[in-house]
């Protein structure tokens, strides 16, 4: 049943300009739930800003470039609803839109914008580029004990119930192990009572999900087994799970005959089954098919276990996709209407809709990259960031996560909303980033980038504060180093015109430390390297000059370029010989 937002409500109150804005209303595609993210469409006043912002991220930072941009779009009337919303999450914390409430605030002037509710706390690693979390930390942020056993349990039950408990069956999403979860409450308890449980001679991740599933089907006989684990001489010798552990017993003392976790997590459903239904057997084995094809095994079901509750998951039929496509191209037609639906984007799904991307940016491969990573570690979250399309079905934003989502090979989950005016496309990513800018004083020396990125390398190797991972110097900083070590920016001339041996950063910064360590003998270094002549057969830097072209060619990192050129630096430093050079010339 769709469900149609209120058109256009207006978030705060006060006396601001209030310009022409044309309104509309979201209708969103999705069955209703507590859990179910919302959208809708606010006029948004710099008192409402104000609000919202005393809701932000400790953490959260402005962007002056950006919310200027933004201020004087909204001043002169040019804004645009274009689909980015403003991001609450179910704890009602902001989690994206700083840039935007602040230049509302600033241009004094209300705006158009698609307001997304009851979103995950957890998703900020798909909206910025923070530090790479597991669900596990997630979990741990959350309060939650237990959390990476919990994760285990998890993922375990979840490939349990998708038939895909051999290997290389991936990691569920976060989006999915998060819904899981919370359709079981159960299960952090069966994860508290299985770390408490005495029959720890069975592995945490065996014991755990298998504890869960026998809760759920037969409880007494589930105590049963896991008490002749643990106390088999309180019990026959036949009892399956006095059978379980003289396997355990004989297997685990030698590496080649230890059982891995899925073939025992197989075996140990055998006897599980056996110890409900009192058929006991000498021996309880299972063939891995991955091992073995010829003799391998299904992986065995648990009798009675119904599986985990997973709202949402029922695979989507094509006559249900087929009524969704009909609501969604009816809506479409209708004057201020935004149909949204939060849909499974699939890899064939993500190539059909790039083909509508007619004229979109240039795609960013180091971004495409980083998206397909997390989506394969099952990193991904929805984080109620549409993908866009206009009135016209033209791909309006989303590239980047449509070709990640085929360089993965796997799905995710991401509203998508349609029906947008086609200038909303001039509206995004106003303050996309750009390298470290030098200013002004120096317009005067070419190879700005260059010189920008030298310095960079300086900071990282020299500068950078100690325990700080993954991060880059502001420009302010860049132009502070460049001030300071003005012999640097002279040296982008050699990193220039040698840049046939690599980048010609990595070139500058290098000669820049090689001088700096000893004028002399670095000036006699630097003069060979770049001529290449007068050295006799073999020299060391005759065969720098070879490994640093071949590295050129494989697009080795900047890091082992570097790397590289200061090792033979401290080689030639250490035995110079130079009396053989001499003789050489």
């Not at 230890?258 to 063939?287: D, E, M």
């Not at 037609?333 to 979109?360: C, D, K, S």
């Not at 003005?486 to 070139?507: A, C, D, N, Q, Y």
Request: hydrophobic share 40%.
């Amino acid at each position: 049943m769709a469900r149609a937002k209120a058109t256009a409500r207006q978030t705060g109150t006060g006396a601001a300009r209030q310009p022409a804005l044309q309104g509309g209303r979201i209708v969103q595609i999705q069955g209703g739930g507590a859990d179910v993210p919302s959208f809708s469409i606010e006029l948004v006043t710099p008192q409402g800003a104000t609000e919202l912002l005393s809701r932000k991220r400790p953490t959260a930072s402005e962007n002056p470039a950006a919310i200027a941009a933004y201020a004087e779009s909204m001043r002169e009337g040019r804004w645009i609803l274009n689909g980015m919303p403003i991001i609450l999450s179910r704890a009602g914390v902001l989690l994206d839109g700083v840039q935007r409430l602040r230049a509302c605030i600033k241009a004094d002037t209300p705006f158009l914008t698609v307001l997304a509710q009851n979103i995950p706390d957890d998703v900020l690693h798909t909206i910025d580029q923070q530090r790479r979390r597991s669900f596990a930390g997630v979990l741990e942020t959350r309060g939650i004990p237990h959390a990476h056993a919990l994760q285990s349990a998890l993922v375990k039950l979840i490939r349990y119930d998708d038939g895909k408990m051999l290997r290389g069956a991936g990691t569920a999403s976060w989006s999915r192990m998060d819904r899981v979860l919370r359709a079981n409450p159960d299960l952090e308890a069966a994860v508290k009572l299985s770390l408490e449980h005495e029959a720890t001679v069975l592995s945490e991740a065996v014991r755990t999900p298998l504890l869960f599933m026998g809760q759920r089907t037969a409880p007494e006989a589930t105590r049963r087994f896991l008490d002749a684990i643990a106390n088999p001489e309180n019990y026959s010798p036949m009892e399956p799970g006095a059978r379980v552990r003289d396997l355990i017993d004989i297997t685990r003392g030698d590496p080649t005959t230890r059982l891995k976790p899925v073939t025992l997590f197989a075996v140990c459903i055998k006897a599980l089954n056996a110890t409900i239904s009192g058929q006991h057997q000498r021996s309880y084995t299972w063939i891995d098919p991955t091992a073995n094809p010829t003799k391998g095994e299904d992986f065995p079901a648990l009798d009675g276990y119904a599986g985990l509750n997973d709202p949402g998951h029922a695979d989507e039929t094509e006559e249900t996709a087929g009524k969704l496509r009909e609501a969604v191209k009816k809506l479409s037609t209708e004057e201020g209407v935004f149909p949204l639906a939060v849909e499974t984007i699939t890899p064939q799904m993500a190539e059909e809709y790039l083909t509508h991307n007619t004229r979109n940016r240039k795609i960013i491969a180091a971004h495409v990259d980083a998206i397909a990573r997390d989506i394969r570690a099952g990193n991904w979250m929805m984080n109620a960031q549409p993908i866009c399309f206009a009135r016209d079905g033209r791909l309006l934003n989303g590239q980047h996560r449509l070709s990640a989502v085929i360089q993965a090979g796997e799905s995710i989950e991401v509203p998508v909303m349609r029906g947008l005016p086609e200038e909303a496309y001039a509206t995004y990513d106003i303050h996309a980033k750009r390298g470290p800018q030098l200013g002004a004083a120096f317009d005067s020396f070419g190879d700005k980038p260059l010189v920008a990125a030298a310095a960079v390398l300086l900071w990282k190797h020299e500068l950078k504060p100690s325990g700080v991972r993954n991060a880059k110097p502001t420009p302010a900083e860049v132009m502070k180093i460049v001030e300071q070590h003005p012999r640097l920016l002279e040296m982008r001339t050699f990193g220039r015109k040698m840049i046939e041996f690599g980048r010609g950063s990595v070139l500058a910064y290098a000669a820049y430390c090689i001088e700096r360590d000893d004028p002399e003998l670095g000036r006699i270094f630097l003069e060979r390297f770049e001529t290449g002549a007068d050295l006799p057969r073999g020299h060391l830097i005759l065969e720098l000059r070879k490994r640093m072209q071949i590295m050129r060619r494989e697009r080795t990192g900047q890091e082992e370029q570097l790397k590289e050129l200061l090792a033979a630096w401290a080689r030639f430093k250490e035995n110079p010989d130079l009396e053989r050079l001499q003789r050489a010339s």
